[in-house]
């Protein structure tokens, strides 16, 4: 999975994570890219919750493939 930022500021609305999230695959740019995971680069465990990620889904590729 191709890294698109490492300086990513978790400062968004959800759709700005969505515009990041619809464009065209980085390893197959005939593609829609399902989407864009937010994490950490350093594993980090929250208390109560787990793991920190989470997904920015690309409506494109939802419509293509339901």
Known sequence: MPVLETDFKL???IPD???KAREKSLLNPKIWREGIVIRPL???QVADLGR???KSINPE???KYE
């Open 11 to 13: 400062h968004c609305l």
């Open 17 to 19: 994570l969505v515009k």
């Open 61 to 63: 590729f939802l419509l």
């Open 52 to 54: 920190v990620s989470f």
């Open 42 to 44: 350093e594993e980090l």
